[in-house]
């Protein structure tokens, strides 16, 4: 049976130089990697680029490494080898967690980071873990390399800060301290595109990121400031509250988002206190 | 495109963002992979690549160039069996995909363990209780009443 396809291009690089040089060239061209989401839009015919680039097999995206202090996961890194790094776990425990959030093992088996967070969904599992970690986007064109702030790199909804010849080729992470927090609310633990998704650090200035309520993953910048500055739990959950932009949409209604966010950094913070001393969020 | 399937070298002539479901399917003449959702949900057209679980039909054949896919027909695996002895298995849909995710758990997996390696495969028949039971732990003890074997499916294409 031919479907829509059969008829699409796909080019094939060898090596990462090559395809750049098809992107600057041939452009344009859709990356394409993991497929997990791009698959499912070309399928029912929502997608509708007619050429694609193969990143599959680059071997300049691939792996997971220390470079000095900073943790380079290369942008072809598949949830599952996430999971299974040692460095991660070490380094960045919430991604691990994070990436085991993400669909099933069939899509954590395929999926990859570079695609999450090219793909530059709100809903991302592992965004709010990228924001905590201030990592940083490498991204390389024909014309060089380039460094962005991951905390920059959404300019809004579905918008990024790439241009069509760039792609991405690894997220640095320099060492994170304080104690890592995430947790994922959704319809149901596997399969589900999350209501809301936090991210956390405890640390002398807490980090908090949150994904599905805004246009972006957010940073909570106020937040973090009320926190850092011993305010109570209530009235940091006020600015939380206040500072978050939920919508409502098919998976939840903002008012719902609003509440469980206020209870998610009450839950961070009780997790991650050496006692319980805040009230539970009412 | 050359990889290998089930063991033996496939040589398959189809564009390269075909889908590997479709591939299986209608190419390779294998129907046993099934294809439910169509977009990574349910888990039904699971097959192995290089040993691991993916859904085939988020796989652009492109993807398989010289690995090893393994399907439902290339599996040996007690899991049928298991299936059909706890109930896990009703109207058939599923079942294949779920022997397939299933060839990812080591030995003697908890529920916990096999509820985390199913958690892509949907089941609307079992309420997936049949199918934890088949698969956690001991697989020793036989249910009193065993289903009958259904007609194999060969892999022969039909016209």
């Not at chain 1, 990697?33 to 997608?47: E, I």
């Not at chain 1, 790439?162 to 399969?191: N, Y």
């Not at chain 2, 063991?7 to 439910?36: F, H, I, M, S, Y």
Request: proline share 6%.
């Amino acid at each position: 049976m031919a479907t829509v396809l059969s008829r699409l291009a796909l080019l094939q690089p060898r090596t990462l130089a090559e395809a750049l040089r098809l992107l600057r060239d041939e452009g344009p061209l859709v990356p394409l990697a993991g497929c997990t989401d791009l698959y499912v839009g070309l399928h029912f015919g929502t997608v509708r680029q007619p050429r694609f680039l193969d990143l599959q097999g680059l071997r300049a995206l691939g792996g997971i490494r220390l470079s000095g202090e900073t943790l380079v996961i290369g942008a072809l890194a598949t949830y599952a080898e996430l999971i299974a790094s040692p460095l991660v776990r070490r380094r960045l425990p919430i991604l691990a967690e994070a990436s085991r959030w993400v669909g099933s093992p069939q899509i954590q088996n395929r999926g990859t980071l570079g695609g999450n967070v090219a793909n530059a969904s709100p809903a991302g599992d592992t965004l709010p873990v990228l924001a905590v970690a201030e990592a940083t986007v490498v991204l390389r064109s024909a014309d060089g390399e380039r460094r962005i702030p991951f905390n920059g790199f959404y300019t809004g909804y579905r918008q990024t800060a790439m241009r069509p010849d760039e792609l991405i080729v690894a997220i640095e992470v320099p060492p994170v301290e304080g104690r890592q927090w995430f947790r994922k609310v959704g319809t149901r633990a596997a399969q589900a595109i999350s209501k809301v998704v936090m991210a956390a650090v405890r640390a002398p200035r807490p980090r908090i990121a949150l994904g599905s309520v805004a246009p972006t993953v957010v940073r909570a910048a106020r937040t973090e400031a009320v926190l850092a500055e011993r305010a109570t739990l209530a009235e940091a959950q006020a600015a939380l509250m206040d500072e978050i932009q939920p919508i409502d949409d098919l998976r939840s209604t903002a008012a719902y988002r609003r509440r469980v966010s206020a209870n998610l950094l009450a839950q961070f913070w009780n997790d991650t206190g050496r006692r319980g001393l805040l009230p539970e969020c009412s | 495109m050359r990889f290998v399937l089930n063991g033996k070298r496939a040589d398959v002539q189809a564009p390269p963002l075909k889908r590997l479901l479709d591939v299986l399917r209608e190419d390779c003449g294998l129907a046993g992979t099934r294809e439910g959702c169509g977009e990574g949900e349910c888990g039904a057209c699971t097959v192995l690549l290089d040993g691991a679980p993916v859904n085939s039909c988020l796989v652009p054949l492109a993807h398989v160039r010289g690995r090893k896919v393994t399907t439902i027909e290339g599996l040996r695996s007690r899991v049928p069996e298991a299936l059909a002895r706890e109930g896990g298995t009703q109207c058939g849909i599923c079942t294949p995909g779920v022997v397939m995710a299933a060839a990812a758990l080591g030995q003697k997996p908890n529920a916990a363990r096999v509820r985390e390696a199913l958690a892509g495969n949907l089941c609307r028949c079992t309420g997936y209780a049949g199918i934890v039971r088949a698969l956690a732990g001991s697989r020793a003890a036989p249910h009193p009443r065993v289903l009958s074997a259904g007609r194999r499916i060969t892999g022969k294409r039909r016209a």
